[in-house]
């Protein structure tokens, strides 16, 4: 369905009972998504909550109406928050998701239960990592210029998005498939305007390490061991800095523990579910 969120008409889906306690999932990708990813990762949740998955202004299927901006999409999951009639919710996220999710914490710290976050970063210093990494893998040969616009914001069309996708993509998994890569820059929706926002505008200004100690909702950071993108170290320093915090590192995953330990990551958000809302009854786990 699409809802006018913001002066926006946002692509969402709801899984779930009405009148469960509401899980909102911000997908990852600034510009590169569908809903498949969110639904495949927090949907088996939807047994206890009312699971909401959307495309972000300017992303997937959503209408394209600036700003891209962390603020702005913060702002959206809060009105989503209003339009699903929570008076709070449980805030989730993966890798650029986890960005928004943090960011929604710490502008509306009475609006949340509690978060789960996904092989994301509190800045932008896991990019300097992720290109030493990138020189010293030998999966595949890169093409350092096209490297660079992509991470620079640089990229001229919906196209070339989906290209340089198909590049990076065979970087983020512990094993790499090839097929099951290609599947996925396949079935991809590709927004070059909100992914160069994301790296032009959005990147020089985002650090939330000094605003994380003041994060006080329980909050699950998980991470692939092998993730090149953003790296243990980075989720580290989100559990060091959120008072309430777990870290739990997935030993056989790059950056898609929820795909690559799929059992055990949905074993490990139940865990944490149960102790950090145990309101939700014995059903969680």
Known sequence: MFVNINGARLNVEVLGEEGAPVLIAHHGGGGIGSLAEPK?????????FRVVVFDARG????????PYSHAQWAADVDALREW?????VVIAGGSYGGFIAMEYA?????RVRAMILRDTSPDWTNLELAHENARKQTRVELDWENYERYWSGKIRDDADLKARWAELIPLYD???????????VEAGIYRHEAHNWCF?????????????????????VTVGRHDWVTQVSSSETIASLIPDSTLVV????????QFEEAELFQRTMRDFLAEALPDLGTAVR
Do not use: M, W
């Open 200 to 220: 032009q505008q959005n990147a020089p200004i985002y650090d939330v390490k000094p605003q994380l100690p003041s994060v006080t909702c329980p909050t699950l």
């Open 106 to 110: 710490i502008a509306y710290p009475d």
């Open 84 to 88: 699903a009639g929570a008076e709070t």
């Open 250 to 257: 997935f030993e056989k995953s790059g950056h898609s523990p």
């Open 59 to 66: 992303c997937g299927l959503s209408e394209g109406v600036p």
């Open 174 to 184: 512990h094993e790499y498939d090839p097929e099951k890569a290609a599947a996925r």
């Open 40 to 48: 495949a990762t927090f949907g088996p949740l939807s047994d206890l």
